[in-house]
């Protein structure tokens, strides 16, 4: 073999790099979809804005066998036990966004019954806005959403994930 | 022969937690059943996962700014919500809108429960596995939502409505722009229609499933598709007329046997019929305004006046501000619609201050939901998704 | 039309049960005493009034009105589409009534959302537990003394910190 040849036949890279490249672009989600929010996601699901463009259609409904974990609608004092659980159930790495003026801060229900965003117990990496956001800023999201993968460290999972 | 194959199988009682994060609870649904085998002797349903506290959050805001809170009851059909609202209040303060404004909130309102239906319908298909038909009906939701973008300037989240007419007219052109959608209802019915009605799974999934009988929707406080698919005749829009409906020629589709079958036939034809509402709504268009006189001191001025005159900023000050705008009398108002669920009712109680003295929706969901522990008794596990997809439960709108 | 025959015999039968009858904006109101609501409910299911649509309840607490708590039956008949509101008075020191689970199946669920929101009980009701709120949740949130923002509840949950949670683990 020439050595021109080798030059043009190998990639090289770091193994941290091709890991985060395969991971960007097979997100896993696990639709957390609760009111409205949960029906523009459906809708970012369906033929118009189809997420499989972006790798992310296989939606599972196990939190067990996803990575990112979409938070559509308003959760209630009642639901948000079942999030903290779910969300200790996914395996690292894993990812959150929160999808809407709900999800994010509580939106227009600032009553006795509706967490005032989620991140103030589960860590969120992509906050959308809007109420609902439209398909394509949920899309715009994923998008952003890949970048912060690209740049993930292994050393960060060994034990705690630096923010 | 192997040794005791003859008689049955020891099986224990199971108790398996259904939800509330499970696709086909359509989010916040929790089920507790009990199982024996794969039938289930009792399901008993736990909801609240998504009470938000509305009818609390109604006390504190006022008549027009708790319209953006109706949208957010039952997400599906947002401008039903607007539409039932805004009678209620209306019904308070005694005011008559244009015959424009009726119109157009009928033909809102029609629109609404097709794209209601259509979804309801397409979920209950990917329930039960039929992925097709879902996409198909999302497609021409989208179409709807777009409908819905063009005259509200959102997709979902509408309020369109103000107390005493609309937040604005529609645009020009916008009727050619629907009736393109409508040719394309009866287009999409029609496929899933082709997919579904002699599909043999389908079939055997959804007749017989889930049988309401006349007396007990009549008990269970069942209204709209579900009570009429049990044989109950009975559609506010045509018993007790509001927004001028007895002005449009119309059927009420009623089935028999009160199964799952049946309510989506139900479902299938009042599209059909909302489409001949929706054609005739724009075939009537009155011309005139869609807000009350600006005189009786219920609207907002036009942004332009406020924008641009001492006079119209100081009238909007007026209506927005926390110790004026609009009072209506000390007194209250129930007022029933027959939306997308069934009858969708505002309670609204007045202590003649400008944010009312309580708020009460009437969820039709609550009560079609109410039914479901009955209806699962005896069937097999794999029902229990057809059922509750059938009484198309918005958790919205269930929990507030 | 029903309804005027109706009140006739509801003021026949029970003189002590009616305490005024209204109308607001086409609508009728009757207003009885708390304790006579199933008698009342059951004389005008027997007449014609066939549907429960809806049950609420009101704090009459800034309101006024004949007792802290009213619930409000809200009846229709399916044959002369008619439709009548009932509001039954509780008194604060004892908010209890019977349940009209027995009439209408409809009243199981709305009453216990009555419970849950306003604290007023129902004897005879089947199963009276919270509905909407979580079971521990302390007051009854539409009760006009309970604060809109809540007592904290929706500030009371475990913070989960990133990376692989340790102690869970053990
Ligand atoms: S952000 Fe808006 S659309 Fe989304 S769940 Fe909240 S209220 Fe509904």
């Known amino acids: 073999m020439q050595p021109d040849d080798i030059k043009s036949n190998i990639l090289t890279t770091t193994l941290e790099s091709a890991v985060n490249w395969g991971r960007k672009h097979s997100l896993w989600p696990m639709p957390f979809g609760t009111a409205c929010c949960g029906i523009e996601f459906m809708a970012v699901l369906a033929a118009r804005t189809d997420i499989a463009r972006f790798g992310a259609e296989a939606i599972r409904f196990s939190p067990r066998q996803s990575d990112l974990l979409i938070v559509a609608g308003r959760i209630s004092i009642k639901m948000m036990p079942v999030l903290i659980r779910i969300y200790e159930q996914m395996p690292e790495p894993k990812w959150v966004i929160a999808m809407g003026a709900c999800a994010s801060t509580g939106g227009v229900f600032d009553t006795y019954s509706v967490i005032q965003g989620v991140d103030k117990f589960i860590p969120v990496d992509v906050y959308v806005p809007g109420c609902p956001p439209r398909p394509e800023g949920v899309v715009e999201s994923l998008i952003k959403l890949q970048k912060l993968v690209e740049t993930e460290k292994f050393s960060d999972y060994s034990t705690t994930r630096g923010k | ?400 | 039309m029903l309804l005027p025959k109706i009140i006739t015999k509801v003021h026949d039968k029970f003189p002590s049960a009616t305490l005024d009858t209204t109308q607001f904006a086409g609508e009728d109101i009757i207003h009885i005493q708390g304790s006579y609501n199933l008698d009342v409910l059951k004389l005008f299911r027997d007449n014609g009034f066939n549907f429960l649509a809806d049950i609420t309840a009101i704090d009459n607490l800034t309101l006024g009105g004949f007792e802290r708590f009213a619930v409000v039956y809200h009846l229709l008949s399916h044959e002369t589409a008619e439709r009548v509101t009932i509001k039954a008075y509780v008194p604060e020191d004892q908010p209890e009534l019977p349940s009209a689970e027995s009439l209408w199946k409809t009243a199981d669920w709305q009453e216990r959302e009555i419970y849950d929101l306003f604290g007023i009980s129902f004897k005879g009701h089947p199963n009276l537990i919270r509905i909407m709120n979580p079971d521990d949740f302390q007051g009854h949130p539409l009760r006009k003394d309970y604060p809109r923002l809540g007592r904290k509840e929706r500030d009371d949950f475990p913070v989960v910190k990133r990376g692989i949670n340790k102690e869970a683990a053990q």
């Open chain 2, 1 to 400: 022969m192997v040794q005791g194959a003859d008689q049955p199988m020891d099986t224990e009682r199971m108790v398996l937690n259904f939800g509330p994060q499970h696709p086909s609870t359509h989010g916040t649904l929790r089920i507790i059943m009990e199982l024996e085998g794969e039938t289930v002797i009792k399901g008993t349903p736990e909801i609240g996962y998504l009470h938000s506290g509305f009818e609390k959050l109604g006390e504190y805001l006022d008549y027009n700014q708790y319209i953006t809170i109706t949208d957010r009851m039952n997400y599906l059909s947002p401008l039903c919500n607007n539409v039932a609202y805004a009678l209620t209040a209306e019904k308070l303060m005694g005011l008559e809108v244009s015959k424009r404004t009726e119109y157009i909130r009928v033909l809102m309102c029609e629109l609404s429960r097709i794209a209601d239906h259509i979804l309801n319908v397409g979920m209950l298909a990917v329930d039960l596995g039929a992925l097709t038909a879902f996409l198909y009906g999302f497609r021409l939701r989208e179409d709807i939502y777009d409908l819905f973008e063009i005259a509200t300037g959102t997709r979902l989240t509408t309020s369109y409505t103000l107390v005493g007419g609309l937040m604005r007219d529609i645009p020009d052109k916008f009727d050619e722009a629907v009736i393109k959608v409508l040719d394309n209802v009866d287009v999409v019915a029609r496929d899933i229609e082709t997919l579904l009605n002699k599909n043999r799974i389908w079939q055997d999934r959804t007749k017989d499933i889930g049988i309401i009988s006349k007396e007990d929707a009549i008990s269970y406080g069942l209204s709209g598709p579900m009570a009429r698919a049990s044989g109950i005749d009975w559609d506010i829009r045509v018993q007790e007329p509001y927004s001028r409906y007895e002005e449009f020629d119309f059927d009420v589709a009623i089935a028999l046997n009160g199964d799952v079958f049946d309510r989506y036939l139900v479902r299938m034809e009042e599209m059909r019929q909302s489409v001949k509402i929706c054609r005739q709504a724009l075939d009537k268009m009155p011309a005139g305004d869609v807000m009350v006189d600006p005189d009786l001191g219920f609207s907002l001025p036009p942004k332009d006046e406020v924008y641009n005159s001492i006079e119209g900023l100081i009238y909007h000050f007026e209506i927005t501000m926390r110790n004026r705008g609009m009072t209506p009398p000390i007194g209250e108002a129930y007022v029933a619609t027959e939306s997308p669920n069934g009858e969708l009712g505002f309670y609204i109680v007045s202590d003649g201050g400008r944010v009312p003295y309580r708020v009460r929706t009437r969820p039709p969901s609550l009560m079609n939901y109410s039914i479901f522990p009955k209806l699962i008794e005896g069937h097999m596990l794999s029902d229990a998704p057809a059922i509750i997809g059938s009484t198309n439960v918005i958790a919205g709108e269930l929990d507030r």
